[in-house]
């Protein structure tokens, strides 16, 4: 099985055989790692006959032939024209990038590639699951809306990046509050990123992209299923530390998240509702498994405690004021343009420490993110 750890050994070429055979229909992380040890690498499966791929197990029928339309597609010699596609800022983050979250690695359906768009500086964060992730029902009660919105705003005040679905309900309760007190959201959609939904999200999207990171596992101008929106409960609970459940009924994607959440032995924390309302019924059984009670939004903060984005004085905003002289060392070493792993070898310091200057150097307009987990000077 890849993992995380595997980056070290990419080249530009490696990666762009990866991510082109991350493109084909049917073919998920697993089975590209069989092809590419079987075959030994994927430039050299590329290049095999139909006749091999028949014996690998997992590959039907079906799937060999989706394989065999694919590879017709691109044709023999796919990587020129792969990589001015891939040049066209499009975001993408790949199995085997320094910053991609492992722990999404281990999930029983790892991701092939995740699309992105928003600040690259929170990928760091997220890779070591520095965030909490707020989820619900689409059609909750006023308290539950309420509740949202005041647990979005005080973990974004506390600096903690705040993990939903932009969904109706619940998720877009808690991003409108996370956005209103500076933070920065993180929305996982079920849709690939240039789509919206629901449509009257499209400004709340527009803010999350501005201000947190949109990301998706879809493709661009793949077609939405509804099983799209159930997977991604595992890519929110699997770049979190911890997971709020503010309201849902029996049937709901949340208590799939939830469920995540107790198999990953993570913190659980739920918001109790009226035993009558069954928009709660889902979330209030939760209570009798061992979730934690969340009365006020504060008692979550004291728990957790500051976040990984919280500023020196409490009472700055969070992404205020002028990048600190401190920072010069860090600016002198980006020069042109680095990765964060140039910048951890040229500054001898952590990605724990360098990540939140470089989002707070990003967030005041100083640098701009790009692929790779690189920065450049803007």
């Not at 009365?295 to 984005?309: F, K, S, V, Y």
Request: glycine residues 10%; charged residues 15%; proline residues 9%.
């Amino acid at each position: 099985m890849l993992r995380a750890a595997d980056a070290g050994g990419w080249d530009r070429e490696q990666r762009l055989w990866w991510l082109l055979w991350s493109g084909c229909p049917g073919l998920g992380l697993r089975r590209v790692v069989a092809i590419r040890d079987s075959f030994c690498s994927l430039a050299v499966a590329w290049a095999s006959p139909p006749e091999p791929f028949a014996a690998l197990a997992g590959l039907g029928p079906v799937a060999c032939r989706q394989l065999e339309r694919y590879r017709a597609h691109w044709g023999p010699d796919p990587l020129p024209r792969l990589a001015r596609e891939s040049a066209g800022g499009r975001r993408v983050l790949l199995p085997a990038d320094p910053a991609f979250p492992p722990a999404l690695l281990a999930l029983e359906r790892p991701p092939l590639r995740l699309h992105w768009q928003g600040r690259g500086g929170l990928w760091p964060l997220l890779r070591r699951r520095q965030a909490i992730a707020v989820v619900g029902t689409r059609r909750p009660s006023r308290h539950g809306i309420g509740m949202a919105e005041a647990i979005g705003a005080a973990l974004a005040q506390a600096g903690w990046p705040v993990v939903s679905g932009l969904a109706e309900g619940i998720d877009g309760a808690v991003h409108h509050g996370c956005l209103a007190r500076g933070g920065q959201p993180v929305a996982v959609l079920g849709t690939p990123l240039e789509r919206v939904y629901p449509r009257h999200h499209r400004e709340l999207q527009a803010e999350v992209a501005a201000q947190g990171l949109l990301l998706s596992e879809l493709s661009p101008g793949t077609s939405v299923q509804p099983g799209h929106f159930a997977a991604r409960n595992r890519l929110q609970v699997g770049l979190a530390q911890a997971v709020v459940v503010v309201e849902c009924p029996l049937r709901s994607g949340a208590l799939h998240s939830a469920a995540l959440a107790m198999q990953q032995e993570l913190p659980l924390w739920v918001v109790p509702a009226d035993a009558g309302k069954a928009s709660a019924a889902g979330s209030n059984r939760l209570l009798a498994q061992d979730a934690t009670v969340l009365l006020d939004p504060a008692d979550l903060i004291r728990q957790l405690g500051p976040g990984p984005l919280a500023p020196a004085d409490p009472s700055a905003p969070l992404g205020a004021g002028a990048p600190r002289a401190a920072d010069a060392a860090l600016l002198s070493a980006l020069g042109h343009g680095a990765s964060l792993e140039q910048l951890c070898l040229a500054l001898e310091q952590s990605a724990s420490v360098l990540a939140p200057r470089l989002l707070a150097l990003e967030l005041n307009g100083v640098v701009r993110a790009e692929p790779g987990l690189c920065w450049r000077p803007v």
